[in-house]
Nanobody, 122 residues
Framework: QVQLVESGGGLVQAGGSLRLSCAAS????????MSWFRQAPGKEREFVAG????????DYGDWVKGRFTVSRDNAKNTVYLQMNSLKPEDTAVYYC???????????????WGQGTQVAVSS
């Protein structure tokens, strides 16, 4: 089992920034590809970003367009999502996820966090 706990969500004005964190415990963190998903009310879950076990490879949803950056610190068992130039349409619950193999947007990860709410006001 891998336990994931997200933090760092909150309310921010459009154009602002937030940094989400996801702390992992349980199995060996560096054995997992880590990713971020989000789900807005009434919408399907969508893939935001992912990072390989060694942080060599990163993946992003097509719509991210350089605004978000995913990173990880294997010594701290933590993955981060730096979000800049936030827009009201970024409002959603953001979930951290872990999977033994690389994820694509349609992958269902093996482990999920409980989510953290991000709200962007106009």
């Amino acid at each position: 089992q891998v336990q994931l706990v997200e933090s760092g969500g909150g309310l921010v004005q459009a154009g602002g920034s937030l940094r989400l964190s996801c702390a992992a415990s349980g199995r060996t963190f560096e054995n997992y590809y880590m990713s971020w998903f989000r789900q807005a009310p009434g919408k399907e879950r969508e893939f935001v970003a992912g990072i390989s076990r060694s942080a060599i490879t990163t993946d992003y949803g097509d719509w991210v367009k350089g605004r978000f950056t995913v990173s990880r610190d294997n010594a701290k068992n933590t993955v981060y999502l730096q979000m800049n130039s936030l827009k009201p349409e970024d409002t959603a619950v953001y979930y951290c996820a872990a999977n033994p193999t690389r994820m694509v947007p349609t992958t269902t990860p093996r482990y999920w966090g409980q989510g953290t709410q991000v709200a962007v006001s106009s």
